[in-house]
Every structure is written in C-alpha cells, then in structure tokens.
C-alpha cells in the first residue's frame, strides 16, 4: 500500500451524526475497501494501492480545536481509523493523545481489533466510547463484500476486552443488507458486549454510484435471484422490507429489554 500525503484538507470538519459536531479523519481512503461504503463514491485515490495521510497531523489537529471548547469528536465517519497503515503510521493513536492532553474524548468506530491497543488513552477520556461495525453471520458472505475487513470473530473479541476495560462499547450493525444479513442474529452475538446497538440499512443514492455498481456485481455473481429486489429495496426507505424489519426488531427490543437504536 503506497501512502501518500495530503496537505491542505481540514482535519477537524463538522460531523452529521447526532450527539456530535466533529469528526477527524485520521486517514484519506480506507484500506478495508468495503465495497458498499459510501465514501467510495467520492475517492480520490484508489483505496486499493494508495492512501494518504495528513502533513503536520499533530501540530494541525492541535491548532484547529484548541478554539474549540472540550467535546466528543467522533471518529470513524469515512475510513477506518484503524486500517492496517495505523500499526505503522499511528495516526490515530496521535489524535487520541491530543484529545486526552486537551481535555477532549473520542468516539471511534472500527472494524479491527487494533483498537485495543490504545485502552490506555480511552481510559483517560471519562466520556470516550468505541464500536465495531458488523453486517453479516457468515465469514464466506462477508469476504464478498470486504474481503480485506477483519473478521468478526476479532471484532468481537475487541468489544468483548473493550467492556473488561470499562470502556462504553457500542456495535453498528450497517448496512443491514436484504435477505442476506441476519439483524437477530448478530444482535445476539453482539448484546453481552455492548451499551448500545445500532441498527442502519442498506441506503443507495444512485444506481450510477461506485458502491452500488459493487453491490450489484457482486448480486449478479452469488445472489442473481436477488439483484431485481435490491433495485427496489435500497433505493427506498418507504419499503416494505424495512418496514416489516423495524417493527420486528421494535418488538424483540421490548421482549429482551434491548438497547437497540433503530434507524431503518
């Protein structure tokens, strides 16, 4: 993996997620390559040779939110903050001791068990939290739609050393993909281990984006029988599909007593 440089894109930019104002991309590109992820509809590099990172990341970050008063930024948002580059270039493990040294926290949100590593930094931020992100039960399935991903199994046993810690632990199951992904299932797996599990679908803008020219290709080869679904499913939140699996997963919530967000 070549890893290039950027040097003049923010690092600190506005986060559309709830609960948070900012999110910090520690990486431009993600080297887990998902091939649902939206942020491959606006690459600037081929995330399967190259990625870059940012000059001066310390002294940069530091700048930008010192105006700032003491939040939780998030992380996470377009590439993985532990991809595989991380064990090397260390890039977020650097914005975690900024923010720890600020008086900031962080929520990150990963697919590796690299996470661990830094349970020392989320110890000394009282407000930090970490995820990991699932969308399928099966390893075979999994490695058609991000083959260069962790496995689950490793992301599990992460929440799983995360919670020992302390740490508040969340999972995202995202995107739940139609008739392949098993919402039930993986809330199981995933429950002893996490404060809170968030539940996303599978949301397509255009059929002429990169993510849904992915799906589609890999549809056609292992799932023919449903790729005329798919059109009609993932372009639509109004959708039978998902509202039959929100009310489905509303009533497991209130059986078990669950946690679950539902944003289907």
């Known amino acids: 993996m070549k890893v290039g440089k950027c040097f003049h894109r923010k690092i600190l930019n506005p986060c559309s997620l709830e609960a948070h104002n900012y999110q910090v991309d520690?990486?431009?590109?993600?080297?887990?390559?998902c091939h649902y992820c939206y942020a491959l509809n606006k690459v600037e590099t081929d995330w399967g040779k190259e990625i870059l990172i940012h000059e001066n990341f310390v002294k940069r970050l530091t700048e930008?939110?010192?105006?700032?008063?003491?939040?939780?930024?998030?992380?996470?948002?377009?590439?993985d903050p532990y991809q595989a580059s991380e064990r090397t270039f260390k890039q977020t493990r650097k914005a975690l001791e900024v923010f720890a040294q600020s008086g900031f926290?962080?929520?990150?949100?990963?697919?590796?068990?690299?996470?661990?590593?830094?349970?020392?930094?989320?110890?000394?931020?009282?407000?930090?939290?970490?995820?990991?992100?699932?969308?399928?039960?099966?390893?075979?399935?999994?490695?058609?739609?991000?083959?260069?991903?962790?496995?689950?199994?490793?992301?599990?046993?992460?929440?799983?050393?995360?919670?020992?810690?302390?740490?508040p632990t969340y999972t995202l199951i995202c995107p739940v993909m139609p008739f392949i992904?098993?919402?039930e299932s993986l809330?199981?797996?995933?429950?002893?281990?996490?404060?809170?599990?968030?539940?996303?679908?599978?949301?397509m803008k255009s059929t002429e984006d990169q993510n849904w020219q992915n799906i589609e290709s890999i549809l056609n080869q292992n799932f023919q029988e449903l790729t005329e679904k798919y059109r009609k499913i993932a372009f639509s939140g109004d959708h039978p599909y998902w509202r039959q699996l929100r009310q489905k997963l509303e009533e497991l919530q209130s059986k078990k007593y669950l946690n679950l967000q539902i944003r289907l």
């Open 26 to 33: 520690p990486y431009i590109g993600c080297e887990h390559l």
């Open 64 to 79: 930008e939110i010192s105006s700032l008063n003491s939040e939780d930024i998030y992380m996470g948002m377009n590439s």
């Open 105 to 167: 926290s962080a929520s990150v949100l990963t697919k590796s068990g690299l996470v661990t590593r830094d349970i020392d930094l989320f110890e000394k931020m009282p407000e930090s939290s970490v995820g990991v992100s699932l969308a399928f039960q099966e390893e075979q399935t999994r490695q058609l739609f991000e083959k260069n991903a962790p496995s689950n199994e490793e992301r599990i046993d992460a929440l799983r050393r995360l919670k020992s810690a302390g740490i």
């Open 181 to 183: 992904t098993d919402v």
């Open 187 to 203: 809330i199981e797996l995933v429950a002893p281990y996490s404060n809170k599990v968030w539940i996303y679908r599978l949301e």
